[in-house]
């Protein structure tokens, strides 16, 4: 039997949205559902494995608006993708 249980994930501050196959504890497994991506897409940036697995670049923090605090949070769990800063566990 095929299972189809998946979550949708919904950034806390930002209107992102994702889709994901397994979430535990420092451990997100993304997917991409275009059938859901468009239902959604009208009303959130509903983000792809593409965009997700990007490689963190700190260039880009310092150019954003985060606070001090989400900086340092960034500088203490040392995230290695995009997904894990939109999506993370440590909030």
């Known amino acids: 039997m095929l299972n189809d249980e998946f979550y949708i994930l919904l950034n806390e501050y930002y209107p992102y949205l994702a889709f994901a196959s397994v979430v535990e504890f420092g451990n997100i497994q993304f997917i991409d559902n275009p059938t859901l991506c468009a239902s959604f897409s ?30 340092k949070q960034l500088q203490y769990w040392k995230p290695e993708t995009i997904g894990q800063i939109i999506f993370n566990y440590w909030d």
């Open 42 to 71: 009208p009303y959130y940036q509903v983000l792809g494995t593409k965009e997700l697995h990007a490689p963190f670049n700190q260039d880009l923090v310092n150019q954003s608006e985060l606070n001090d605090a989400e900086k």
